[in-house]
């Protein structure tokens, strides 16, 4: 991963001091996990340059660590994308150039560095690779006055399940050198929450240090807070009583819209709103048997397991990481034990198990789109064939719906997805299900629309109930 900040014109002769670096020098720093160079590639009086890369070490990123995916976890792109590594190096290797620090042993390069240097230089500065949606980018930077553009990579590593495009995207625009780092430092992670190391109540409040006015003011304070601080609901919370009240221009559903992996569920969401109407339908149906197919981390689990006193629920995952997830969210009390009413199983739902037979219902939320169409059939069998549960829901994307979202055709929503049903192909494949394994069904819409959304674009999501025939 690299950062490159480049300046031309009169105050190129001035980058070394406002970035303490000395331009003939090399800078070398290493840590635990990487490898931190900095140098200057060109110093002109009309152009200088100073990059900093960062080179993780795979092995030691994923030492001590329990990873499922075997070869993989050495082999993915993750330790190369300039999130949370390229946001520690700036603070490593330019931390007094970040915190605004001026000066020089002579005193005429002091005073004249200490006058310019609180002033915006126009500057110009590439950093890749990330992974996140170009919009994101654009949008972050965009509304600090800086004018974007991203060049997109496809990727194509074997084993590698998160094959999303990577990105390098350059920033051209005028602003204090301090202030510049400070938005790349904390906007880094953003693009990219999954931090490698842990932190704590401190971090929040660096966030609130470096922020200063201009996070302050952001269209999308809350959504940079809750993926900068993404896993700790206390310390968002936190950081957003630092902050004060909620400034921003755009509505919550504008953001999720705009923003794709935002990595926290807000109230309300389309996300939301179909385990809204899930919980309130297996609740109607006086349910007390229910399978989660394609569990997740159970945030779905948490709402079903409280119908009732006698729930007895079961949650299918094939991903053991969001397994254990799902049973740290479960396990309760001073004991940390698992809910007796709760059962969490790994294994896939494309294989029939005896032991999910005779359910009163089964869910299969945001699930079958990750499957390929030609295994369609193979889940077919296993639910309706060998579970055969007495009610089953099935919510799945409406493609239809895609152009209300500005997605192109052809475009969907996540990169896993197999494929997206519009609303006629939903209904094909309703019909034939319910036909061959003697269910009835009925096809209608969940999660809302988008603002603006016309009639024919439907809901975000297809909402299908199969309900079991008298044998």
Known sequence: MFLSISVTGEYAPDFGFVLYKHPDRFFEK?????????????????RSEFVLSVEVDPVERVRGVNWDRGIAS??????????????????????????????????????RVKAIGVQPWPLSITVGPVRCGPRMIEYLFGELGWEVSVESHALD????????????????????????LA????????????????????????LFEKGGEWLKGHSYRDLIINRYLSRSKEL???????????????????LVRELENTDFELEDSPHDKRHARIVADISAWGARSVVD??????????????????MRVVGLEPSSRDLDRARRRMTKGPGRLLDPRITLLHGSTLYGDSRLAGFDAAVLSEVIEHVDPDR??????????????????????????????????????????????SSVECREWVERTASEYGYEAEVTGAGG???DSEERHGEISHYIVFTRKDD
């Open 157 to 180: 590593v074997p084993g590698v399940v998160d094959d999303r495009p990577l990105h390098i995207f350059r920033l051209t625009g005028n602003s204090v050198v301090s202030t510049a």
């Open 236 to 254: 968002r919370e936190f950081a957003r009583s630092l902050f004060g009240p909620v400034r921003e221009i755009k509505t919550e559903e504008e």
């Open 293 to 310: 197919l394609g569990c997740g981390e159970g945030k779905l689990l948490e709402r079903l397991v409280v119908i009732a006193p006698d």
């Open 74 to 111: 050495y082999v993915e792109p993750m330790p190369f994308l300039a999130a949370s590594h390229m946001s520690n190096a700036i603070s490593s290797a330019l931390g007094s150039a970040l915190n605004g620090t001026l000066g020089s042993k002579d005193p005429v390069v002091d005073a």
């Open 30 to 46: 290493a840590t635990g996990k990487s490898r931190i160079i900095g140098m200057f590639p060109e110093n002109t009086p009309q």
């Open 449 to 451: 629309r988008w603002e």
């Open 376 to 421: 369609l059939s193979h889940l077919a069998r296993s639910v309706f064939g060998i579970m055969r549960p007495t009610r089953v829901i099935v919510t799945t994307p409406n493609r239809d719906h895609n152009e209300a979202l500005g997605l192109q055709p052809g475009e969907m929503r996540h990169y896993d997805h197999r494929f997206e049903w």
């Open 183 to 206: 938005q790349l430092y904390v906007l880094l992670p953003v693009l990219d929450p999954d931090r490698h190391y842990f932190y704590d109540e401190s971090e929040a409040r660096k």
